[in-house]
């Protein structure tokens, strides 16, 4: 079996945005029109770019909660909106004029960008933090007859199209791992999507419904969406993406172990609207920074299994312009775009 080693480490990009028309929830601003200036924000709000029930409306939901109930800002109204692996959200964004609107994004958001030819990129935001870092989970339904995860790769490779696997939107993490698995099966370029029936959703809820209900053969996601279901026993776990086992499903083998030699987690983090001023950039810089310093916002991601995995300043700015270029490349190779 010819396999493929690849290693795309993401750390899940989260935050709060407001919808074009609500600058109203935006903090009392000091002018910020010169490097002497500051920015005061009393409220935010957050745009999760997906519908409810997935990780980053869990991440978005988070950050509001930790926010609100830590007294960083005063309001931190989310507002979902699913489609396109976040690139209506995006798009939306572009448009925002309150500065204290803050965007859940992450590696779904990259690729999805390449795959949905979005005329919005992530290039036209601003970054203010990655938050978070996340391993994907291979899942089947409970009485699946796939009893490991090369028993399912192989059917797929076999049966092409008559194999579904469902997860999170077109050439988001969920479909990157998808296709590296066949990848690392011997499959080459356009042999991958002629092979690989993904079925994709703008969120997580749909997906589960897919999987327990079985009318698909698979499902991929982040390990805390699928979770509550695996250890009700309504969903099986074939495998994890991350190098080491994962401490929330610590029986479940990695991809690595069940032969296949990939690795990719999903990072998330938080981007405000392009264009902002500095003062207003270090604002937002500073509320997350004081969310992530919290004892609650550690707990949230103990609780949710999530890796710390934060960063600001000009070394995210460097970290997302390095990931836009490794997600395109694997989506070439892939032959996803």
Known sequence: MNKTRTALVAAAAIAALALAGCSSAGGDAAPADDGDATAAFANVSIIVPADPGGGWDQTGRAVSKVLTDEKIVGTAAVTNVGGAGGTIGLAQLANVKDPATLMVNGLVMVGAIETNGSEVRLEDTTPIARLTDEPLVVVVPAESEYQDLEDLVEDIVDKGQEITVT???????????????????????????????????????????????????????????????????????????????????????????????????????????????????????????????????????????????????????????????????????????
């Open 167 to 337: 997860g999170g939107s077109a050439g988001g993490a969920d479909h990157i791992l998808a296709g590296l698995l066949l990848e690392a099966a011997g499959l080459e370029g356009s042999e991958i999507p002629e092979k690989l029936n993904y079925t994709p959703n703008a969120g997580g809820g749909e997906a589960v419904s897919l999987i327990i209900g079985g009318k698909v053969a698979a499902g991929i996601s982040g390990v805390g969406e699928f979770q509550q279901h695996i250890e009700k026993g309504t969903m099986r776990a074939l495998a994890v993406s991350s190098a080491e086992p994962s401490e929330q499903l610590p029986d479940v083998p990695t991809i690595t172990d069940a032969g296949y030699d990939v690795v990719l987690t999903n990072w998330r983090g938080v981007i405000a609207p392009g264009g902002i001023s500095d003062a207003e950039r270090a604002e937002l810089e500073r509320i997350v920074t004081e969310l992530h310093d919290t004892d609650a916002w550690q707990s949230e991601l103990e609780t949710k299994g999530w890796a710390d995995a934060f960063l600001t300043g000009d070394e995210l700015d460097a970290f997302v312009e390095e990931n836009i270029s490794d997600v395109t490349g694997t989506l070439k190779n892939i032959g996803l775009i």
